[in-house]
């Protein structure tokens, strides 16, 4: 079966966000360069990614009885701030590349890529106050709540955070605008409030679940050979779910050594190559596994109670599957 949720309106966005995000001028062509709609010479391409979640708004709407006309704003609005976090958070972490082309801010400058996400927000807002009642509402809460948690990741880089605090940062940073994903959906259907809910638990499961993993593949490995470490994340720093868990199950010599490494600037591959070797003894990436098994369990609990057809069911089972082996 193939992951027909993330093709079956491809085209209908990718038409939708570039009617939105039309126009001649140089800061226009940006958004769209870093939407994935065209390349630096402002041709043609289509480099958007998965554009999960405009297609999740779109899958659930149908799934409620909805329709993709209707759905369709609401769809684009969600991508859009998407797209203006992505912005902003290529500025604040310095990176120059995503999905293998150069960052706005390394193109037009930072004060420009400030000017083009401030821009995308704004288009944001505008088609979500036209995509019916309580959508725009939705969508303003779920930015609140994923800007709050890109605060809590950066503070995160200056000290050391617990289980319990990295879990509420990436239900903020990651789940927010996932749970508004499914949640939208049955907002432009007319669901009742018992739908909405079960939508919101789901995107809570499913978005702990992949960002766990995509924290595992910072440590290990592309998923297709978990078990061969790269160790991207421990040379950027990043206090992700494998580090916040090595730390809080180090005994007094290995804790040492993890609150060296990372108090350093930089590390050689030999230290963290350790870092690595002390993550593996005490079984970090199989925790990490079983719990994002746990998150799965729950998100497929949640699947079933929810009123899809057969299919429906079936399609969501596969993505979330697929989004949990692979990170986002």
Known sequence: MGLGILTRHRTQILEALSATLAGESPLRASLRYHAGLTDEQGERVDASGKLLRPSLVLFVAGELGGTADRAMPAAVALELVHNFSLIHDDIQD????????????????????????????????????????????????????????????????????????????????????????????????????????????????????????????????????????????????????????????????????????????SSTDEEIATVVAIMDRLGILEAGQATVREHLEEAARVVEALPFSTGGRDEMTELIAYLARRGE
């Open 94 to 265: 310095g990176d120059r590349m995503r999905r293998g082309r150069p960052t706005v801010w390394t193109l037009w400058g930072t004060g420009e890529a400030i000017n083009a996400g401030d821009l995308m927000y704004t288009l944001a807002i505008e088609t979500a106050l036209r995509a019916g009642d309580g959508v725009a509402e939705l969508l303003l809460r779920a930015t609140d709540e994923m800007i709050e948690g890109q605060s809590l990741d950066l503070g995160f880089e200056d000290r050391p955070a617990t289980l319990e605090e990295y879990l509420e940062m990436i239900d903020r940073k990651t789940g927010a605008l996932l749970c508004a994903a499914f949640e939208l959906g049955a907002v432009v259907a007319d669901a009742d409030r018992s739908v909405r809910k079960r939508l919101r638990a789901l995107g809570r499961s499913v978005g702990r679940a992949f960002q766990i993993q995509d924290d595992l593949l910072g440590v290990w490995g592309d998923s297709e050979i978990v078990g061969k470490p790269n160790g991207s994340d421990i040379r950027r720093r990043k206090r992700s779910y494998p580090v916040i868990l090595a730390f809080e199950k180090a005994q007094a010599d290995d804790r040492a050594t993890l609150e060296a490494t990372y108090a350093r600037e």
